[in-house]
Every structure is written in structure tokens, then in C-alpha cells.
């Protein structure tokens, strides 16, 4: 009868049935799992692998071990999982992290794909294997999210107890695989993010909003998995690495994680610092790195010398729906189509428009800093425009005119094009093949001042074709009709 019909068995709704026969002394499931978020065993979308995740407690003394605070372990946790990614790809016994057993391995590939972010406020590389809320050093031990692919097979009771037996050979593979993580390693990335996280904490007092260790390798290698500067692991290859340049005063670090004394570039509170030099030099590249500055990062990423405080704003150019949004003190008065005012405007904004209300929005909440990135700004916003309204006030007539709307917060910018911005700077670096080199404000400003002279030069004078545009309407037509008439009198 339809009624007596028996619910559809699914892998998921076994869990009860198979969680149990995943215990052993040296690791559990936790009591508390959230079945289908944290914890599943599910078939792939086309029916062919079973994809699997279970938070494991592994029996640990590693706080015993290393005396160093819980809020920095997530380097230490960091060190045991891209130990295991590695070890996966030649231990068949831990293969099941990349789908070894299955037929497409390159579908599980982002379970091995490394990570060089060790700690982060957002929730950026959610898609990877990396320490996080689900893979935490926790009381006793630490906690793993355990995860890989196997062949699909039909729910019953037979395949159920297969099942276990091969997730269970594989967590005590796993387990053994992190006991056998070198300590040394273990020690050495909990140090390096303690320092930073120490760092980030002490910048503030020491009037800085961020600090670019010498030696600093900021330049990206984008993959499948990290398509995302953020995310992103270190560049391959040649890879000139970023020095403060002497005339910039560089500060002097003692890192008392690791026990060391670094130097390197300070970029101070409320200063108006800028980037310069050519196309493709590394401008972008040295402010993306600045703003990744607010997470931790492993040994070796390039950028665990960089070190940000919290709470900073890119604005870019996007246009977006301005709902109440300040354009103040940007614009005197709403552009064409927008309704409220300048301080309350609704309807869809421009670029300008759009990056008027970011910047006035982070000025308001009084950010640590803001970056500016030519490549990503209205140009009309940040330099003054000889056909913008006078009703507009670019950033540069801003921060010449009104510093004090800046209050504390930093400006940290880079291009070539909107010299009039980048000469309002406080200090100036230049990038030249690649290399940071300290440029005189002074002579920037002096050397501007010389190259719209020799603009000047290049706007022509009166165009000959603008006598006849000034002519009256009717006189203009009467020369056109004249002249489309050919000699015999007929029209050309």
C-alpha cells in the first residue's frame, strides 16, 4: 500500500548508522555535528563518486608541547593539513583526500590544493582545506575536517559496513599522518603567525597602519582554486622582491614570536602615501598585498612580512544602487536621474558617483585607511577635469583644500596618470623595473609643474575649422547647399 511505503534511503540518512563505527582512543566524532553541513557522506552530482566530511577530534598534546597562545595555533593547524595534502599524493593510504579510488581525481583536486593563509577575519578561501572554525586546535587535541571521495555504491546493509571500514582505515591513516607532522614545522608556523597577530595589534601604537617587511614578495600566481589575489599563493619564477628604501626611514621590528628583529616600510597614520612608476611595475600588486596584510600568512607565501590593521576600504568604481548613500563632499548637487541629496541620493550611481559614496562612507566610519587604485577609480573623481562641473570636487581639490577630512585615516594610492592626487602625497615611492625606489616630493611636484608646460605646448591653437563653426546657423546651411551642387548645376 502507498502508505506503508518506507522512506527513500540515501548515504546521509545512514549517518547514524555508520558515525558509530568511527571511534577509536585516538580520535572521535564530536557528540555535537550538524548532518549535511559538517558532516555528509552525499553522492557527486553525477552519481558517481560518494563525497564525504566528518569533524574528527584527534587525541593531542600539542598545547602541552608548545607553549604558545590558542589565538596564533591556526599556523599551527596550517602546518598539519598542507603536511597531510602533501603526503596524500604519494600515501594511498591518505589518497581518498583527492578522490584516489575514484575515475575523475581532478574533480577533488581542491582538497590538496595549497593554502598559504593561515588565519583570516573573512571568510575568503572557503573552498579549500585550510584552518578555520572547522579546524581548530580545541581542548585535548585538535580538531580536523576530514574529507575526500569514493566510489558510489547502492545503500545497504553490506555497503554500509564497507563503508565504515574504509572510512575508518582512512581517518586512522589521517591521524597517523598528523602525528608524524615534524614538530619543528608545527613550532614554526605557530610562531609566525603569533608575530603577525602581535604585530597588527602593537601598529596602531606605534602610529602606523601597516608595516611591508623587507624582503616582501608580493607578486601573485593565480590557479583554478585561488583565482583571487587574496588567496592567492606566491609567483613563480623571478621574483623581485620589495626593500624600503633608506631615504623613507625604515622602522625596525622585533618579532618576539620567532625571536628577531626585521625592518621595513611603515606607512603612518593619516599620511597620504603614494605609489608611482610605469604600467606593469607592481603598483597594483604592492596595494593588493597591503590589504591582504589583515590576514595571517604561512612561511614562504611572500607576504607573512606584511602586516595591516583591521577595517580598511578599496573603493573602486563599480556602479551600484545608491540607497540614502553620502556623495558629500564630492558633489554639490545630484547628478542628472538621481533623487534625495547630495548627502542623501537615491537612484543608480555612476562610477564617480558610486566611488564618491565608498569613500565618503569609509571617511564617515573613520577607516584606518583607504586605497586608492587608478586602475580601478574614476579618473573624473580623483583629479580635477577640465570638462567636470564645478559642482564636483575631485579628491585631489579635496585633500588639497580640506586635509582635515582625512581626520586619522590613510590614503594609500597608486598610479601614474592621476599625478595631481599623487602630488597632494606626503611620500612618494617610485617602482623602476620592478624595484622600490624613494622619490623627493619636492621634486615630483617640480617635475609635474614641467610636464604640463610641455602639455601646454601640445594643445594646438584656434582650429581652422572653427571659424566656420561660428558662423550663424543660416549662413552655415546656405555654404553647405552651395557646395553639394556640382558645376552643371545639378546636385552631387
Not at 48 to 74: E, N, R, W
Not at 184 to 208: F, M, N, P, S, Y
Not at 384 to 411: F, G, Q, W
Request: proline content about 6%.
Amino acid at each position: 500500500m502507498f502508505g506503508s511505503e518506507l522512506p527513500m534511503q540515501t548515504w546521509l540518512s545512514n549517518l547514524s548508522n555508520i558515525i558509530p563505527g568511527l571511534k577509536h582512543s585516538d580520535f572521535c566524532i564530536p557528540e555535537k555535528i550538524n548532518p549535511g553541513t559538517d558532516t555528509y557522506l552525499v553522492p557527486s552530482p553525477d552519481k558517481q563518486d560518494l563525497q564525504f566530511h566528518f569533524p574528527v577530534i584527534i587525541k593531542s598534546g600539542i598545547m602541552d608541547t608548545f607553549p604558545l597562545p590558542v589565538s596564533a595555533s591556526a599556523g599551527a593547524v596550517h602546518a598539519i593539513i598542507e603536511h597531510c595534502k602533501k603526503t596524500s599524493m604519494k600515501d594511498r593510504k591518505i589518497g581518498l583526500l583527492h578522490g584516489i579510488t575514484t575515475s575523475n581525481q581532478s574533480r577533488y583536486a581542491v582538497n590538496t590544493e595549497p593554502c598559504t593563509i593561515t588565519s583570516s577575519r573573512s571568510n575568503i578561501a572557503s573552498n579549500l582545506w585550510r584552518a578555520d572554525d572547522l579546524n581548530t586546535v580545541v581542548p585535548g587535541g585538535i580538531k580536523l575536517g576530514i574529507r575526500g571521495a569514493i566510489p558510489n555504491l547502492p545503500v545497504n546493509p553490506g555497503n554500509i559496513s564497507r563503508v565504515v571500514t574504509i572510512l575508518y582505515e582512512y581517518i586512522e591513516s589521517m591521524v597517523n599522518c598528523v602525528n608524524h607532522v615534524p614538530e619543528g614545522l608545527i613550532k614554526k608556523e605557530w610562531e609566525a603567525t603569533h608575530d603577525q597577530q602581535v604585530l597588527r595589534k602593537q601598529l596602531a601604537k606605534i602610529g602606523l597602519v601597516c608595516f611591508i617587511g623587507d624582503g616582501t614578495r608580493p607578486a601573485r600566481r593565480y590557479t583554478r582554486h585561488r583565482s583571487w589575489y587574496r588567496i592567492a599563493g606566491p609567483k613563480d619564477g623571478v621574483h623581485v622582491p620589495f626593500y624600503c628604501p633608506t631615504e623613507l626611514s625604515p622602522v625596525e621590528i622585533y618579532l618576539k614570536g620567532s625571536n628577531r628583529t626585521i625592518t621595513g616600510l611603515g606607512i603612518r597614520k593619516g599620511e597620504i602615501f603614494a605609489i608611482t612608476g610605469s604600467n606593469a611595475e607592481g603598483k597594483s600588486t604592492l596595494l593588493q598585498a597591503v590589504l591582504a596584510g589583515e590576514d595571517d600568512h604561512a612561511i614562504g607565501d611572500g607576504r607573512e612580512l606584511v602586516v595591516t590593521v583591521q577595517g580598511g576600504l578599496m573603493p573602486d568604481a563599480t556602479s551600484i544602487e545608491l540607497k540614502g548613500d553620502n556623495l558629500a563632499p564630492f558633489f554639490d548637487s545630484l547628478p542628472p536621474g538621481m533623487s534625495g541629496s547630495p548627502s542623501s541620493a537615491y537612484g543608480q550611481g555612476s562610477g564617480s558617483a558610486s566611488m564618491a559614496s565608498r569613500i565618503s562612507g569609509a571617511l564617515r566610519k573613520k577607516s584606518p585607511y583607504i586605497i586608492i587604485d587608478e586602475d580601478r577609480s574614476a579618473q573624473n573623481l580623483m583629479v580635477p577635469c577640465y570638462m567636470s562641473s564645478s559642482e564636483i570636487h575631485a579628491l585631489a581639490t579635496l585633500v588639497r583644500n580640506s586635509r582635515e577630512l582625512l581626520s586619522d585615516t590613510s590614503l594609500i594610492l597608486a598610479g601614474s596618470g592621476m599625478e595631481l592626487l599623487i602630488a597632494q602625497a606626503d611620500r612618494i615611492i617610485r617602482f623602476s623595473n620592478h624595484e622600490a625606489q624613494a622619490l623627493s616630493v619636492t621634486m615630483y611636484r617640480e617635475g609635474l609643474s614641467r610636464h604640463y608646460d610641455l602639455l601646454r605646448k601640445m594643445i594646438p591653437e584656434k582650429d581652422p575649422g572653427e571659424e566656420r563653426s561660428h558662423l550663424p546657423v543660416g549662413i552655415m546651411i546656405k555654404k553647405q547647399s552651395v557646395s553639394n551642387i556640382s558645376t552643371d548645376g545639378h546636385h552631387a
